[in-house]
């Protein structure tokens, strides 16, 4: 396994663990999880249903407070929500409101970089571009499709120039061929921004599809079980599902998702 590590760039997990509730109904589920991830790096994380997942998302995004350990981005410990970090969710959490254009322009709104008026004027016009919705600059998100409104959240997560983007199974509610559209956009996307990502997903042929490693969470409490390189680099298109080394590592993770330890 690749030594990850740095406490001053990207993100550290030390010794995180969650409960919620008191006495006997007290339910563990994060339990001394430890993770770094540098930055630039895009990780995937998958587990058993209810092992947690989500429950270190939202540590990280400063919505959940450990009960025990340390999260730090880029060295400064998290304290609470904040700009360094920014979450795609499952649901289009777009404003529904606004149109297109005005949603990813409120990222750019967010970022430590103001720019005048027409100069995030420019960069919302990237993200369209990049995105494939400059056709849909003007739409309200009523009239878009499920895969059409999370372009938008993604473009949105993207325009606010994080230092983390934290995304919760962001295509979960997709059919399986929106889906697979999504993974190609996110892979363009990424290799163009390059930012640090923690990806939360059931789907492991996904993780391995869009994530330079794959964190296996066992069980509730969730621990990391294991961390699974994943060789491909920027060489990511359909096809390589198919390939053996693939094939391989998607057995090996459902094989450790399956023994439940
Ligand atoms: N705010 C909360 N209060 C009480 N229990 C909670 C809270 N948030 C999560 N839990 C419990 O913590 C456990 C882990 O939930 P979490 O959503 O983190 O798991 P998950 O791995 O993301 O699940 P799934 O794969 O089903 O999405 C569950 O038993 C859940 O009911």
């Known amino acids: 396994m ?9 993100l550290s997990v030390r ?11 007290a339910v563990s ?14 990780v995937a994380v998958v587990g058993p249903s209810g092992s947690g997942k989500s429950t270190l998302l939202n540590a990280i995004a400063g919505f959940v407070t450990p009960d025990r350990g340390e999260l ?7 304290r609470g929500p904040g700009p360094s970090r920014c979450v795609v969710f ?6 529904p409101w606004l149109t297109v254009r005005r949603n990813i322009d409120f990222g750019t709104r967010l970022r430590a970089w103001k ?5 995030r004027a420019r960069v919302t016009d990237r993200y369209l571009d990049m995105m494939g919705l400059t056709e849909f600059a003007d739409a309200l998100p009523k009239t878009l499709s499920g895969g059409m409104r999370q372009r938008v ?12 983007l934290l995304m919760d199974e962001p295509f979960a509610a997709l059919d399986a061929q929106t889906r697979e559209q999504m993974q190609e956009a996110l892979v363009d996307i990424n290799q163009r921004e390059r930012r640090t990502v923690l990806f939360v997903t059931h789907q492991v042929e996904e993780a391995i599809f869009l994530a330079d490693r794959v964190v296996v969470m066992s ?16 060489r990511r298109t359909h096809e390589i599902k198919t390939e053996p080394e693939f094939v391989r590592l998607r057995r090996h993770i459902e094989t450790l998702l399956r023994s439940r330890r």
């Open 2 to 10: 690749t030594q990850h590590t740095t406490a001053t760039s990207g």
């Open 15 to 25: 010794s995180v663990s969650k409960s919620f509730g008191t006495g006997p109904k």
């Open 29 to 42: 589920v994060l339990q001394d999880v430890d993770l770094d991830i540098d930055d630039g790096e895009f």
């Open 72 to 78: 730090l981005v880029n060295g400064e410990p998290v």
């Open 90 to 95: 499952q649901e289009y959490a777009i404003f």
């Open 115 to 119: 720019g005048t008026r027409p100069e």
């Open 153 to 164: 959240a993604i473009a949105r997560a993207y325009a606010v120039d994080p230092e983390i």
């Open 219 to 234: 069980a509730r409490p969730a621990t990391v079980q294991e961390v699974v390189d994943v060789p491909w680099g920027d």
